[in-house]
DNA sequence: ACAAAACTTGCAATCGGTTGCAAGGGTACC
DNA sequence: GGTACCCTTGCAACCGATTGCAAGTTTTGT
């Protein structure tokens, strides 16, 4: 049904050889027969199956992309850089949807199964040991938004989240703030144990301070709205370090519910600055992270390990800045 | 380096066909044969080369799903439902990014060059003849959120835009708005016309009512708030049918900043009921579009497609239902 | 004009599986 | 015990491509 190698060459009267050659970069073909070629498969609508080549080139140009942040809205905008900067390099984007999974088995036997060249693990919240299983199984593998570390054990693309923690402390300290709080994301993700404790070593030398914390079922709207519900029943602080742009989303619509206003009644500081953020009807004080760097640096790590698959793993981190809108007061 | 057939078969002491018989459902294989050959498997940590069977069965179980609305948040969920669905069936999804891409040409070439099963066009925007392409170059499609017809060419799920429109518009009426507006999504959306059509045909009739439309840039929040914006300067109607929920929650926006009250100065009617509409803070009046249904739906026309190439193209089309929340004044 | 070097081309093996076919082994039945 | 039938198994061809090798052709240099 599908036209094949094999009926180009008949129609161009050549090997079936001289077709593949045409159609591989930098292969010996005379110009002649590949005029001869680009007819032939002109006429018959002939492109080459990429499945079958990679069974000899050992390359499918499949490149698993796995994640389980499907409920932050965040995400999109991670989907689509990450889309289309593999697209410009010609590679497919092949997805897991983890979402009720934890462990990494099923998804890398499927990938293997698929023989992806390489795995984008893109998510914050799994543990290193969730790509390591990659590596372990011999599939190549970048951790985008992974947790920092100084010797990783796989390829880690993101940010200090430890670093972010203090420097949201070091914010809200900077505007006066006594009574502080972190709210974070699920206590079994990385991102926000990191970004818990950078907080709370910023903030655990000043005695003069009220220092609390809790942490929202998942990341997303529902629950940061369900958690700043739960503290205003009892006596919240007055300055939140959100570990999450939709988890400061949600506890700001809580806050509003109660008859508070974010930046004068309680402060908040979120952490992503994504483009909801921005808007007018938010306008929320937050933790800029370079998404869009961090993911082309993933997908040129990606290319690297290609051509070396020997490569070194490697963290890059990248720094994050506070973006002053108004959901803190001012500085003092 | 990886564990092949070949290698499970050797161990076993069996032949490689013996291997692959264990692997396929209902092959005809001894208990004993089986036993032995699980063993070796579980010893070799072998799993099946999927991309290699497909060569012989024709099947790949990857499937194509293309699309372009990377910048309205409903389509995380779109995303998220569509992958779970994919994989439950044991489906593998290949993402194509359109973005700024409007031929199906690179698509549809894309896609038969990794053998696709068959190919989802999720886009409320793209026409018809784009999913056709697909169709005439051999792969199965179903276009979902697609133009609803009689006599569909290709598979559609979704739902009546036309409709949609007609009762976005009697739903208006019927809380006595007179100067009433359609604020649409971009002008070569199909579903931005049909909704527009179903709007007109149905104010028409009304003598007494002042009817303007126009349309945004795209299906964004930016654009939805620019939109109105701009309208705003003018002489605004009173009551609006936003053509989708994030065009509504744009123009919400900018009602606020001119100290506008939805529901109350201004109404606003979406369409989609997409999760930020129950946000308090958002409280959106709007037509539910019953997207889970959509999607499993189309994930079950895929799997019939599979099973019945010749199956005759079909149009599943949901109903949908006003869902009142905070931003139409209540009805007469 | 001739030899050497460089380029083209087709053959055939290979990638990792699947499957039709025929042979072999076992069981059931008379 | 012999025949008929069914199940299991391995052989070998094939899916759609790539690639090392050797033979054939062209180009280059003198």
């Known amino acids: 049904m599908s036209v094949t190698l ?37 006429e018959l609508g002939y492109s080459p199956n990429a499945l079958a080549s990679s069974l000899t080139t050992g390359r499918t140009k499949l490149i698993g992309l796995i994640s389980n942040n499907f409920h932050n809205p965040i995400f999109l905008e991670v989907f689509d850089q990450f889309t289309r900067a593999l697209q410009e390099r010609g590679l497919r984007p092949l997805i897991v949807n983890l979402t009720d999974e934890t462990e990494p088995a099923n998804s890398v036997r499927m990938l293997r199964q698929y023989s992806v060249d390489a795995a984008i693990v ?6 290193p040991s969730f790509a390591k299983a990659f590596h372990d199984a011999g599939v190549p593998v970048v951790h985008t938004f992974g947790r920092s570390a100084t010797s990783p054990e796989v390829h880690v693309v993101g940010i200090d989240n430890v670093e972010c923690g203090r420097m949201a402390a070091r914010e809200l300290l900077a505007r006066g703030y006594k009574r502080v709080g972190y709210l974070g994301g699920p206590k079994n993700a990385t991102s926000a144990m990191d970004r818990y404790r950078g907080f709370m070593e910023e903030v655990e030398n000043h005695s003069d301070l009220e220092v609390s914390h809790s942490f929202a079922d998942n990341y997303s709207f529902e629950a940061g709205r369900a958690e ?44 992503n600055d994504m483009e909801m953020s921005r808007w007018e009807s938010v306008n929320l004080t937050t933790i800029h992270q370079p998404i869009k760097q961090i993911i082309t640096s993933s997908v040129d790590l990606v290319e690297e390990m290609l051509k070396d698959p020997t490569r070194y793993p490697e963290a890059r981190i990248f720094p994050c800045r506070v973006i002053e809108r108004g959901t803190l007061r001012p500085r003092l």
């Not at 919240?236 to 939709?246: L, M, S, T, V």
């Open 6 to 42: 094999k009926d180009v060459a008949a129609l161009a009267g050549v090997s079936r050889s001289a077709v593949s050659r045409t159609f591989t970069e930098g292969a010996s073909v005379s110009a002649k027969t590949r005029s001869k070629v680009e007819k032939a498969a002109q």
């Open 228 to 271: 700043m519900l739960r503290l205003l029943k009892g006596t919240p602080a007055d300055g939140y370090f959100c570990g999450d742009d939709i988890l400061s989303i949600g506890a700001l619509s809580s806050l509003s519910d109660n008859g508070l206003k974010p930046g004068k009644d309680i402060g908040i500081i979120g952490l």
């Open 122 to 127: 893109a998510s914050s919240t799994l543990p």
